[in-house]
């Protein structure tokens, strides 16, 4: 190229693309080179487009497979620059069998099909949350207003129809709904009437539907957790969830994933290290650590914690409705590591800029180890204890005022009354003293997040959760939680305040509460 050559691909930054591609618009650089993911995101128009192949390494299935026809017509739809070529060009290089393969289905129309069929487990889930769908019946008709229906009679063959009369379609449909709502019913998310016609939602179809996950996640959260599950089963299930499967496995990426594994503080037990699911585990685990990765590895790391965030708050209503207190304060300090990248043994003060562990283990030293110790300090024994620079200080300033202090007040309503089988009531109040933004200082974290609050009464020894709700505060909040009185006697009760963003700031607080007997009915004659 007379000009110079550019490279663009999926792992460089948003304005080193900027550049490339103004670069190329501007006529500095003749020749730019990208790879097939960007396709659908690269707003380049040149007048020769070159293929160079037509397919593409996947690593989890150990095989080169085909770029999908749309890509392909995609990178064809680079070779047209309207008012300045009369004419574009496109040169595919492939393997010579597939030339009368891509001739054909480049100079035809390419039919599109639904696939909803392939997800109509999640969607009817939803529908029959919502009160949509009530019954197979309304399955049914719901499925005739989709896509799929018009398109049964135009290629019954793609769907696996024997034919296209209406006897067909109505058996078709029929079986469909049946073997969904079946799935559904046995993965606990729906339940079916004795009769075998009335559907109605159960807890864990409406946490997969709340938070817009699989239903499969939600049976395979509910079948793996247990009482006693720590904080390495817990990142282990989160792993294996369904919604990792499309992580990408580069080829001879499992060479380095076992190199980075080798020093994760959490084993993993014969681990595949092709596995989508696998690589998951290995990134958080480096993520938890802060641990320099390559820009690719960088890249296929922050879905992982946009989906991962999500996931922890759906696993909590998990554990929450079987009622089990360790797994759920384990489940909400894996949600503060996630969002700060630490572990939960890390000092608090690494949420803080400039922070390096030598410093927290200086700040230590003098008996400031939270946050707010460091907000208690002089100004002067601030900075020699610091050594920071000005403006150093100026950003550690911003953050620690950004970082929440709440006071937390609770009463027990009718506390000298309360009998067996009578509904307990908690009011809690909820003051945040500082004003001001309640965005997460979490520059590890790929996308802007705000505070969220967990408020759970339990009982620590017999590990039960007995009332939790999530909360969003502003300034000030009023709560109240409920649960029923266990049987007559003297109970300890823990009311945790935890946050699911940040590390050093939970709150747990006892209270006793005395239960009467329950008074007995008097039996009329």
């Not at 049914?140 to 229906?149: E, H, K």
């Not at 927290?360 to 020699?384: N, Q, T, W």
Request: aromatic residues 8%; proline residues 4%.
């Amino acid at each position: 190229a007379e000009r110079g050559v550019g490279v663009v691909h999926e792992h460089m930054g948003a304005e080193e693309r900027r550049v490339i591609e103004a670069l190329f618009d501007a006529g500095a650089i003749s020749l730019c080179v990208a790879t097939h993911s960007l396709c659908w995101g690269l707003p380049l128009k040149a007048h020769l487009v070159v293929l160079l192949d037509t397919q593409f390494f996947d690593g989890a299935e150990h095989r080169y497979a085909d770029y999908p026809l749309t890509s392909i017509l995609q990178m064809m739809a680079r070779a047209s620059r309207p008012q300045h070529d009369e004419s574009g060009r496109c040169v595919i290089l492939c393997h010579t069998p597939k030339k009368a393969f891509f001739k054909k289905f480049m100079y035809e129309p390419l039919p599109v099909e639904s696939h909803v069929h392939h997800f109509l487990h999640d969607h009817l889930c939803a529908e029959v949350v919502t009160k949509t769908v009530e019954n197979k019946q309304d399955a049914v008709d719901y499925l005739t207003w989709t896509f799929m229906y018009r398109r049964l009679t135009q290629n019954p063959n793609y769907y696996n129809l024997t034919g296209a009369s209406h006897r067909h379609l109505s058996d078709y449909l029929s079986e469909l709904v049946e073997t969904t709502l079946a799935d559904l019913d046995q993965a606990r998310c729906i339940s079916i009437d004795e009769e075998g016609m009335e559907l109605s939602p159960l807890n864990l179809g409406m946490i997969a539907s709340y938070y817009y996950i699989g239903y499969t996640t939600v049976e395979l959260f509910a079948s793996s957790l247990t009482a006693s599950t720590k904080l390495g089963g817990l990142l282990e299930i989160l792993s294996a969830a369904p919604e990792f499967a499309s992580v990408p496995v580069r080829y001879r990426e499992d060479d380095l994933l076992r190199a980075l594994a080798m020093h994760c503080p959490l084993r993993l037990e014969s681990p595949r290290y092709n596995d989508p699911h696998v690589k998951t585990n290995v990134l958080l685990q480096c993520h938890f650590s802060r641990r320099d990765l390559p820009r690719d590895l960088v890249h296929d790391l922050r879905p992982i914690l946009e989906k991962g965030a999500r996931l922890l708050q759906a696993m909590v209503d998990v554990i929450a409705s079987s009622g089990w207190l360790s797994p759920a304060i384990a489940c909400m300090e894996l949600s503060q590591m996630l969002t700060q990248a630490l572990w939960d043994r890390d000092p608090a003060l690494l949420q803080l800029p400039h922070f390096t562990r030598d410093l927290a283990k200086r700040c230590a030293a003098r008996d400031v180890e939270g946050i707010f110790d460091l907000m208690d300090l002089d100004d002067e024994d601030r900075r020699s204890l610091l050594q920071l620079s000005g403006a150093q200080l100026a950003d550690v300033a911003r953050v620690c005022n950004r970082y929440p202090s709440v006071d937390v007040s609770y009463e027990v309503e009718d506390e000298d009354e309360i009998a067996s089988g009578d509904t307990v009531v908690v009011n809690v109040s909820l003051t945040r003293e500082a004003e001001g933004t309640f965005e997460v200082n979490a520059p590890r974290f790929p996308k802007r997040k705000d505070e969220g609050w967990w408020l759970v009464i339990g009982d620590q020894r017999t590990n039960t959760l007995v009332s939790i709700k999530r909360v969003m505060l502003q300034q000030k909040a009023k709560v109240k939680l409920d649960f029923v009185a266990p049987d007559e006697g003297a109970y300890k009760y823990m009311l945790y305040f935890m946050c699911d963003s940040y590390l050093g700031c939970d709150q747990e607080y006892e209270f006793e509460l005395k239960v009467a007997a329950a008074e007995e009915e008097e039996e009329e004659e």
